[in-house]
């Protein structure tokens, strides 16, 4: 059987990488330019290719594969073909017709997916992908690369929880190649001098600390928030998806010395009369230093959803801190928003969403520029600028054992720089919802304070 090194060798004669002066696409000038769509072509080599990665894989642990478009596609096609694999096939721009999906393929909600990668350099490419795949309800934990060019991609990733495997690092392929008297001494250091003067850097990406965020963000209510999380060392809101006005009582009073914020849908509440549901709300709210979330999810013009805002039986002006609004209307829908901090649904979870990548890239840039917008929903990392609100958190589903990862607190917190987790079910639901608050609780604030 040939050698890691001989099989190198092989796709090298193929011209993957050349050598010399090239301006990359981020202006750098390099020293060296990788290229390993020539490899698709040798259906030998491909093949083998496909087997080298296999073989540094855990593989029980995977449901799907799925290569980083378009250049892994056929790596990840032959690496199907080999482990019996399912396939699926990410588009880099959802069809503009038909289904108008960005994730082709057969697979089902829960499933953990292995990525493909050909090239590695800043993990951008990643980044943008993994978000895309898990809109879909499939999982990513750990991602396949053939040449990690060593500039602090795979760094970023690790640190961000994900397992990435490489095959080759530019440094291995240049000792190969000097062996082989294909590289001279000086072409290696001044591979090697590139190298070291150009890691990415990852500032922007950087989490932020509450005491940071809290210093930076000048609306009222993301400032109140920030501080209460400092205040209670917590950064849980417990969403009160009950009917009765008694049942929404008697859980503020339970859950409220732990959490920052109660998210309600009054409009689900069967006895709703504003004296007796609201009032007492907002008193329980000043004894346990909580702020109350007005679920209304907005989607309208501007002027109907101040007349929702404003007028109606749940007059929710007059009380609430915070609300959910989505951003179809466009900026100014959102306009009329005084007093209160807007959350923008940028993303959502569920499975056939229309929240593609170019819906939320706009709905982030409206949230980003919008004085009345202090963060999003979303299932993907947010500017720093935005707080993030993450839905769905659960302490009981660890996982599958099959490399399967739910949103856990340290998922959220790791992965996708939350800021504030939401939880449900794991506590209204909870045969003692003030313990189960303050479990939560003190995991979500462990959660983060292992992310910084």
């Known amino acids: 059987m040939e050698t890691k090194k001989q099989f190198f060798l092989e796709c090298y004669e193929l011209g993957i990488i050349k050598f010399g002066r090239f301006t990359l696409k981020s202006g750098i000038e390099s020293p060296f330019y990788v290229d390993l769509r020539p490899l698709a072509s040798d259906p030998k080599i491909l093949k083998h290719l496909a087997n080298y990665l296999l073989d540094m894989l ?36 959802a069809k503009e017709y038909g289904t108008k999906k960005l994730i082709e393929g057969i697979y089902q909600k829960g499933q953990n997916c292995l990525l493909v990668e050909d090239v590695i350099t800043s993990g951008k490419s990643l980044l943008e992908t993994i978000p895309e795949v898990e809109n879909e309800g499939i999982t990513v934990s750990d991602i396949v690369v053939v040449l990690d060019r060593q500039q602090g991609g795979k760094e970023m990733l690790v640190k961000k929880g994900y397992n990435v495997h490489t095959l080759f690092t530019i440094s291995e392929v240049c000792d190969m190649l000097k062996e082989e008297g294909k590289l001279t001494d000086e072409e290696v250091k001044r591979i090697n001098d590139f190298l070291a003067g150009n890691v990415v850097k990852f500032e922007e990406g950087k989490r932020f600390t509450y005491e940071q965020k809290v210093a930076k963000n000048g609306h009222s209510k993301a400032k109140r928030l920030l501080e209460i999380a400092l205040e209670k060392k917590s950064n849980l809101i417990v969403s009160a998806d009950v009917l009765t006005t008694q049942e929404l009582h008697d859980l503020a009073e339970k859950v409220g010395p732990n959490i920052v914020a109660l998210k309600t849908h009054v409009d689900i509440i069967n006895d709703f009369e504003y004296d007796k549901t609201i009032l007492p709300l907002i008193d329980i709210a000043k004894k346990h230093n909580f702020l109350l979330m007005e679920d209304r999810k907005f989607a309208d013009i501007g002027n109907t959803q101040e007349l929702q805002y404003t007028h109606g039986i ?90 399967q990862q ?40 462990e959660a983060y304070q292992n992310s910084l």
């Open 58 to 93: 855990p593989l029980d642990n995977f449901d799907l594969i799925c290569g980083v478009p378009y250049a892994a596609l056929p790596m990840a096609t032959a690496m199907s073909l080999e482990s019996y694999l399912p396939l699926i096939i990410k588009r880099k721009e």
């Open 314 to 403: 749940y007059k929710i002006s007059n009380w609430a801190d915070l609300v959910t609004s989505q951003v179809i209307g466009g900026y100014q829908s959102l306009d009329f928003f005084h007093d209160v901090g807007v959350i923008a649904i940028i993303g959502m979870s569920s499975s056939g969403t229309l929240t593609d990548k170019t819906y939320r890239d706009e709905a982030t840039n409206i949230a980003v520029s919008h004085p009345n917008v202090i963060g999003g929903v979303a299932q993907n990392e947010l500017p720093n600028e935005l707080l993030l609100f993450t839905p769905g958190v659960n302490l009981e589903d660890k996982g599958d054992g099959k490399g």
């Open 406 to 445: 739910y949103n856990t607190p340290e998922h959220v917190f790791q992965k996708l720089h939350t800021d504030f987790i939401i939880v449900g079910r794991g506590i209204y639901k909870a045969e003692n919802p003030e313990q189960a608050s303050l479990s939560y609780k003190i995991a979500g604030w």
